[in-house]
Every structure is written in structure tokens, then in C-alpha cells.
């Protein structure tokens, strides 16, 4: 049985290794979320184009490309929440940071082992701020 903390939110998670977004998808779905999975950025931004996405999670190196260029790129005007996940955060914050101030809800990477520990604690958290209505 699923449990729910807020009303379920379609995810786009962005993420090059399969392990990785099943996990994901499978841990965010226990709590109502659904999850659409992209392993590259032509295929994020497709769903983007086909799909009513609240929320973006995105590996910090997609097949060794950062994401930075395809966040900053889009050309999306409905602003939808961005957090950029990786299991090395610390070496991403410096660029996030730089990239955030033309962001709306952009912070720190988050730490994908602390959060698995944490019962993705922060991404629920994250999931639920995002508004449900996208204009």
C-alpha cells in the first residue's frame, strides 16, 4: 500500500544509470509519486514536451555531460522546481550555486546515498513544494 504525504506529483528524473532511477522511482512511488524516467537530455526534453511534470530531479553527469547547459537552456516558462541529485554533491554545489541565482527553488545538490539512508526524506520534502498547478 502506498503511503501518501502530500498529493502525487509527476517526476521527471533525469538519471544515466538505470540501478540508480529504478531505485529512485520505486522509493518515490511508495509515497504516490510518479515517476517518468529519462536517461538523456533529448529525452527529458521530450517528456517535458509531451507531459505535465511538477518536479525535475537530474543527475549531476549525464553519460559525462553536466545538466547545467540544459537547465539554464530552458526555454520552459512554467519554472518547474529543478534539484540537481548526485552520490558526489559536494563537488556539484560550487557550479549549482552559480547557476541557481536565475532559478526559482534551486539549493544545494542532494546527497542520493544520505537520502536513500534518510527514506528520501529531502526529495519528498522537495516533491511536495512543488505546486500542482503548472501554467
Known amino acids: 500500500m502506498k503511503k501518501v504525504e502530500s498529493e502525487p506529483r509527476n517526476v521527471l528524473l533525469v538519471h544515466d544509470h538505470a540501478g540508480m532511477s529504478d531505485a ?8 504516490g509519486h510518479f515517476c517518468f524516467l529519462a536517461k538523456s ?7 517535458l514536451r509531451e507531459t505535465v511534470i511538477h518536479v525535475i530531479l537530474c543527475d549531476c553527469s549525464i553519460n559525462g555531460v553536466s545538466p547545467f547547459g540544459f537547465i539554464a537552456a530552458s526555454a520552459d516558462p512554467r519554472e518547474i522546481p ?3 541529485i ?10 549549482w550555486e552559480k547557476l ?8 544545494r545538490v542532494i546527497d542520493l546515498q544520505q537520502e536513500t539512508e534518510n527514506g528520501y526524506a529531502l526529495l519528498r520534502a522537495k516533491i511536495a513544494e512543488a505546486p500542482m498547478s503548472i501554467e
Open 41 to 47: 537530455f533529448s529525452e527529458a526534453e521530450e517528456i
Open 100 to 107: 541557481s541565482d536565475r532559478r526559482q527553488h534551486a539549493g
Open 82 to 84: 529543478c534539484h540537481l
Open 86 to 95: 548526485s552520490a558526489a554533491p559536494e563537488y556539484w554545489n560550487k557550479s
Open 24 to 31: 529512485l522511482s520505486k522509493g518515490l512511488g511508495k509515497f
